[in-house]
């Protein structure tokens, strides 16, 4: 079948864009990189959440080994509906296979009681079930979508990607974000401006134990500001209180009484007693700062 994103090069100048001509260049050539060494793999299964870094590997992974690729997603409460939605869509127009499974992260005690390292429970216990259905399928390899840009960040779960073997071929390749932005706007893949969309266990502050109630409120929030036209949205779930972080460019809208007005009604149906405002605006890594200072 036909794909349904470009192959060729093209225009990507839009604001915002910072890399230089030669950084476009490098990144092209990291992407050449990138398709070599997929293409020495045997075949791989591609741990595929519907993000931007995970939808650009799987697209390259297609590419160079075609049927031998699969895409794997799990489904579960810490996963918003709309996400898991629009990974099968997108799997679906390229026609690669993609298998669904349920990843239950309720039932880990570790992970529900939330402490600093949940991440790290959570991706054992993802990698146990991927590596799994890799075998079922006499699949080698298991990949995710890690970049360089992510060893800046608290990410419990790459230790538990490294004891399970899990590759990162992105790492491997130093792709940036930046990069699998711009790689991904040339190849006209749908998610190159995404905004980045952890999962909802991370609206929940460390210590605090996870329930499903408490996730479908935020999923159901963040799903009506959404509605509203904001992007790079956050309800943090504080018990009763819901804090919104969004762009600071955004932050304005709650200025017209008329749109607060309905967003303090409909998350109050949703559950929440109280509607807090970040006048800070949505800034990644916030909630990992106490961390930080450890």
Same mark, same amino acid.
């Given at each position: 079948?036909?794909?349904?994103?470009?192959?060729?090069?093209?225009?990507?100048?839009?604001?915002?864009?910072?890399?230089?001509?030669?950084?476009?260049?490098?990144?092209?050539?990291?992407?050449?990189? +990138?398709?070599?060494?997929?293409? !020495? #793999?045997?075949?791989? %299964? /591609? @741990?595929?959440?519907?993000?931007?870094?995970?939808?650009?590997? +799987?697209?390259?992974?297609?590419? !160079? #080994?075609?049927?031998? %690729? /699969? @895409?794997?997603?799990?489904?579960?409460?810490?996963?918003?509906?709309?996400?898991?939605?629009?990974?099968?869509?997108?799997?679906?127009?390229?026609?690669?296979?993609?298998?669904?499974?349920q990843s239950d992260e309720m039932e880990i005690p570790e992970f529900v009681s939330n402490a600093q390292d949940r991440c790290y429970y959570c991706k054992r216990h993802l990698f146990h079930m991927i590596f799994q259905i890799a075998r079922d399928n006499n699949i080698r390899h298991v990949s995710h979508g890690e970049n360089v840009d992510d060893l800046n960040d608290h990410r419990p779960g790459f230790r538990a990607a490294g004891e399970a073997g899990v590759i990162a071929p992105l790492m491997e390749a130093t792709l940036t974000k930046d990069e699998i932005r711009l790689l991904s706007q040339e190849m006209g893949l749908p998610t190159w401006d995404k905004p980045a969309l952890p999962c909802l266990a991370t609206r929940i502050p460390y210590g605090v134990p996870i329930t499903v109630e408490d996730l479908r409120m935020v999923e159901t929030a963040e799903a009506f500001l959404l509605e509203q036209g904001f992007s790079d949205i956050r309800v943090r779930h504080h018990r009763s209180m819901a804090r919104i972080e969004v762009n600071?460019?955004?932050?304005?809208?709650?200025?017209?009484?008329?749109?607060?007005s309905i967003i303090v009604n409909t998350l109050r149906q949703i559950g929440f007693e109280h509607i807090a405002l970040d006048l800070e605006g949505y800034v990644p890594g916030k909630t990992d700062r106490r961390l930080q200072k450890m």
């Open positions: 079948m036909s794909q349904p994103f470009l192959s060729g090069i093209h225009d990507t100048t839009k604001e915002g864009n910072a890399l230089t001509k030669t950084d476009k260049n490098i990144a092209r050539l990291k992407k050449e990189k +990138l398709v070599s060494d997929l293409r !020495a #793999l045997d075949s791989l %299964v /591609v @741990a595929f959440s519907g993000g931007v870094d995970s939808t650009f590997l +799987l697209a390259l992974a297609h590419q !160079a #080994l075609g049927q031998k %690729v /699969v @895409a794997v997603t799990a489904k579960s409460a810490i996963h918003p509906d709309r996400e898991i939605e629009t990974a099968v869509r997108f799997a679906l127009e390229m026609g690669i296979r993609h298998i669904l499974f600071k460019e955004n932050l304005k809208k709650f200025v017209d009484d008329g749109l607060r």
